[in-house]
C-alpha cells in the first residue's frame, strides 16, 4: 500500500509522459507505421507529447529523402495539432563513414535539415563543431548493442539509458551505469517502430515542454523521471 500511494505521487508530481524515440514510415526505412498512426497510438496511450527520430544519414537520392523525412514530420505534427499533442522534431543520425554508432538529436528546425545533411558525410566530431549548438541536446542511442562503439563522451550532452526495441538487448543496466559513470544526462525511449510494440517507455515530467527548445531545456535540466510499461522507475 504504501509503495503504490508512493508511486501515485510521484505520478502525480510529474504527470506529463513523453515519448524520446520513435519512428515513421517511410521515413525511416524499419518502420512498419505510418505518422498518423504513430501519434494516435501515443496520444490514445495517455501521452502527451512526442519527438518524431527518424533515421538520418546519407542517401543515394539527397532530396528525395529530405523532401519524405519532412513530410513525414509534417504529418505528424498535424495530426497532433488535432489530437492536442506536442510533436518534437528530432532525429537519429548515424555518420555510416565512421562506424555503426546511432546519437539522438533534439532542438534544431525542419529548415536546418539540409544543412544538417551536410554535416553527416563526416565524423561525429566533425558534426558537433561545425553544427550543433549549445540550443541542441545529442546523445548517444542504445550504446551498448552489439556492434556499438564508445568512447563519444566529450562531444555527447547524455545517454540513452532505457531503450525498449523487443529485437535488440540494449543492456539498460550498463548504459545507465555508463552515464552515471561519465556524469551524463540519462534518457528514455520506446525506439517505437512497429503496432504491437507494446512496452512503452514514458519520460514523465512535471511540466509539457512547448516546443523543441523546451524540450531541450527540460533535458538538461535532468527533472523527469522513467515510466517502463506503467511503472515509475526512481
Do not use: W
Not at 498512426?37 to 537520392?61: C, L, M, Q, R, S
Not at 506536442?86 to 533534439?106: C, P, Q, S, W
Not at 563526416?122 to 550504446?143: C, I, N, W, Y
Amino acid at each position: 500500500m504504501i509503495k503504490e500511494d508512493a508511486e501515485k505521487q510521484i505520478k502525480e508530481a510529474f504527470p506529463y509522459r513523453l515519448e524520446l524515440h520513435a519512428h515513421t514510415s517511410p521515413a525511416s526505412r524499419c518502420s512498419q507505421v505510418s505518422p498518423e498512426d504513430v501519434i494516435t497510438i501515443f496520444h490514445n496511450a495517455g501521452y502527451d507529447g512526442i519527438a518524431i527520430t527518424n533515421h538520418f544519414y546519407e542517401k543515394p537520392d539527397k532530396d528525395e529523402f529530405l523532401k519524405i523525412y519532412r513530410d513525414d514530420f509534417l504529418k505528424a505534427y498535424e495530426t497532433g495539432k488535432k489530437l492536442g499533442m506536442k510533436v518534437y522534431l528530432g532525429a537519429e543520425l548515424r555518420f555510416v563513414n565512421e562506424n555503426d554508432n546511432d546519437y539522438l538529436l533534439y532542438g534544431f528546425e525542419l529548415d536546418e535539415l539540409e544543412k544538417m545533411y551536410s554535416h553527416i558525410s563526416g565524423t561525429l566530431e566533425d558534426f558537433v563543431r561545425d553544427f550543433k549548438t549549445d540550443s541542441m541536446f545529442l546523445l548517444q542511442a542504445h550504446p551498448f548493442r552489439n556492434d556499438m562503439e564508445r568512447g563519444f563522451e566529450q562531444f555527447l550532452d547524455g545517454v540513452e539509458a532505457f531503450n525498449m526495441h523487443p529485437n535488440h538487448n540494449s543492456r539498460v543496466a550498463l548504459a545507465m551505469k555508463y552515464a552515471d559513470e561519465h556524469g551524463k544526462i540519462a534518457t528514455a525511449g520506446t525506439d517505437y517502430h512497429h503496432i504491437g510494440h507494446d512496452n512503452l517507455c514514458a519520460t514523465r515530467s512535471s511540466v509539457l515542454p512547448e516546443n523543441e527548445a523546451e524540450l531541450v531545456s527540460l533535458l538538461r535540466s535532468g527533472n523527469f523521471i522513467y515510466e517502463i510499461s506503467g511503472k515509475v522507475v526512481v
